[in-house]
C-alpha cells in the first residue's frame, strides 16, 4: 500500500498535516490579474497548493448547441448553459499558465493542474509540473490517465461519479504504467454538494479498495466536512478558492474566501494533530490535574482513638489519600494517632 507520495518538496502521508490544495478553477473570471491575487491569498493562508484546471474549449468539448450539449434545466448554477461557452468562460487561458507558475513558485506554493487532453499534458510538462490531477469527469478516459502515469509524476484521482469498477481500473491503469505515487479523493460531483451526499465513511472502504492514499475533493459549504475527513484518514484537501463570493464567476457559491480557507488550513490541522494514538490512558499534560484528584482527607483535628465520622474525614481534592471508594471500610474505625486537619489519610493513620 502506497504510505507517502512527493509533491514537489512536499511529503504527503498521514505522518504530515493535510495537503491541501485550494482550486482556482474559473474564478479568476477572465482576468489574469485577479487570477494572480487568487495565487497571492491562496499563499497567505497557509494552503501548500493551488491547482489550475488546463484545457480549451475545443480540447475539451466542441461547439454544438444541441440539447446533449446543454447543462439541464434543473441545475442551481449552470442550468440550461451551453457546455462550449460555459468552457469559453471558465477556461484559464494557456498563456497564463507561465506568469501563474512563476507567481505560485515565488510564494512558496506547489502548482499543478488537471489536464484534459494531451495537448494539455504537454504544456504542464514544460512546466514543470510536480502532479497531475484527474477530475472526476476524467477518470473513465483511461488513456488519458495512463499518459500522466507514464510521466512518473504523482497522480492526485477524483472519484465523482465513479462506480467501483471505474475507481479500479483507474488504479489499475495507472499501476500498469509504472506509477504508484497516487492520492484517491472521495468527491461527490455536484456543484454545490449537499453533506449528507459526502458519505465520508466511504473514505476508509476507498483507502481498502485502492491501497492508496485518501483524501477528499469537496464542494459542500463551509470547511466540516474536510475537518471531518481528516478523522476518516484524509491526507489531502481540495478546495476551491475565489477573492469574494460576491464578485460571482462559475464557481463562486462553493468556493471559499481568503479568510475561510486560513481557517481550512487551520482546523484541518488541528483535526490532524488531535488524532494522536490509539492508546487510552492518562497523558503526559495530564500530570498536574492527576495531583487534583479526590481522597479522602482527615478534614478536621483528631486525636487518637477517636472514631472515623463522615464529619472528620471526606473526599475532597487533592489527591494523596485513598481512593474515594475506600471510605465505607474507615469509617467506624478508629485514629491510631493524632492527625491534623489536612492530612491525607491513609491506612496507617488508623
Known sequence: MTTEVRIGAHVVSPEQPPFVIAEMSGNHNGDLGRALEIVDAIAESGAQAVKLQTYRPDTITIDVDTPAFRIGDSHSLWGGEN????????????????????????????????????????????????????????????????????????????????????????????????NDQLIVLGCTASYPASPSESNLRGLPLLAGLTQTLVGLSDHTPGIGAPVAAVALGAVAIEKHVTLARGDGGVDSDFSLEPAELAALVTETHRAWEALGAPVLGPRESEAEGLRFRRSLYVVEDVRAGEEVTPANVRSIRPAGGLAPAEITKVVGRTFRVDAAKGTPLTWDLL
Open 83 to 178: 457546455l462550449y461557452k460555459l468552457y469559453e468562460k471558465a477556461h484559464t487561458p494557456w498563456e497564463w499558465h507561465e506568469p501563474l507558475f512563476e507567481r505560485a513558485r515565488a510564494r512558496g506554493l506547489e502548482i499543478f493542474s488537471s489536464p484534459f487532453d494531451p495537448t494539455a499534458v504537454e504544456l504542464l510538462e514544460s512546466l514543470g509540473a510536480p502532479a497531475y490531477k484527474i477530475a472526476s469527469s476524467e477518470i473513465v478516459d483511461l488513456p488519458l490517465v495512463e499518459l500522466c502515469a507514464r510521466t512518473g509524476k504523482p497522480l492526485v484521482i477524483s472519484t465523482g461519479m465513479a462506480n467501483v469498477a471505474e475507481i479500479d481500473a483507474a488504479v489499475r491503469t495507472a499501476r500498469a504504467a509504472g
